[in-house]
């Protein structure tokens, strides 16, 4: 019997390429609806989201190529030891396929597998796995507490 977390959370069948695809699509669409106006930011511009139930979100606009846009979303806080931003998700955006990626840190670690039954190949989609999961997550808690970038009021524009 397989382990539960071979089991893709949407069906409960063993995981599959397919299904983490179809997480990075609702992605995509959950980010559309948080950053509509994504197109209008120049790279490493930030903007913060206010809320009237939850803490300010903060998003940098990393990178902007012809097809991708890499965005870092992040709640900051300040205390004693200076700036900390938990959680902290490095998101790309590919807008020709439509689909949304979270990245580990500035970028995914690379594919090390020879093939499928590689150890490799099921560590490197698990950790896919575990970051698209929690930003899917993430996503529809910021969009249930009223997030959204570039509606007013909530968009303010922040120093790099």
Not at 27 to 51: A, F, G, I
Not at 102 to 113: D, G, I, K
Not at 127 to 152: C, E, I, M, P
Request: one cysteine or more.
């Amino acid at each position: 019997m397989q382990a539960t977390t071979h089991l893709c959370p949407c069906c409960g069948k063993p995981r599959r390429i397919a299904h983490l695809l179809e997480l990075y699509e609702r992605n995509y669409r959950m980010l559309q609806r948080l950053l509509p106006q994504l197109d209008t930011h120049e790279p490493k511009q930030s903007v913060v989201s206010h809320s009237e139930h939850d803490c300010p979100l903060h998003l940098q606009l990393v990178e902007r190529d012809r097809y991708t846009q890499t965005v870092r979303l992040t709640y900051e806080f300040t205390d004693e030891e200076g700036v900390r931003r938990q959680p902290d998700l490095w998101v790309r955006l590919y807008r020709d396929a439509m689909v949304a990626e979270a990245l580990e840190c500035s970028q995914r670690p690379p594919w090390q597998a020879e093939d499928d039954a590689d150890p490799a190949a099921h560590a490197f989609l698990s950790a896919q796995w575990k970051r698209n999961l929690l930003l899917h997550k993430w996503l529809s808690y910021l969009l249930d507490r009223g997030h959204r970038f570039g509606v007013t009021p909530a968009l303010e524009a922040t120093p790099a």
